[in-house]
């Protein structure tokens, strides 16, 4: 449309005589309408491309977030392990003072019987 227009200014030139000005404003207002929804596409382009950029910097958060939260959860299980071993050495470490003890008590002489078991489950 604009080049039609550029034509029909050539040809008013050229020809030397006046021109229908109905046509000249029908083709001044199809470049406007032409122009309005250029404007109004590239609004558009303008609006989805910051939606891309927004969904983008939302899969980055969420991204950081999972990250986070694996590294969160991998410390957990990493400290229950530690208390679960923790606990296992301090039940050992109980059970060999027990046996200590019973050692010792049978040593002086303080007891006249060595019955692992039993004795264990007094403690």
Do not use: C, P
């Not at 604009?2 to 229908?20: K, R």
């Not at 046509?23 to 989805?48: C, F, T, Y």
């Not at 991204?63 to 590294?71: E, G, H, T």
Request: aromatic share 4%.
């Amino acid at each position: 449309t604009i080049s039609q227009l550029f034509h029909f200014g050539e040809q008013q030139s050229i020809e030397g005589s006046l021109v229908s000005r109905e046509k000249l404003d029908d083709l001044k207002r199809q470049v406007s309408e032409e122009m309005a929804q250029r404007v109004a596409h590239e609004m558009e382009i303008r609006d989805l491309k910051d939606k891309l950029k927004d969904a983008e910097r939302a899969a980055e958060v969420s991204s950081a977030d999972a990250l986070s939260i694996s590294k969160k959860n991998k410390e957990l299980e990493e400290a229950m392990e530690t208390l679960r071993l923790e606990m296992v050495m301090a039940v050992n470490g109980e059970r060999v003072t027990a046996r200590w003890e019973l050692m010792r008590e049978w040593l002086q002489k303080k007891s006249n019987h060595w019955d692992l078991n039993k004795d264990l489950e007094q403690y």
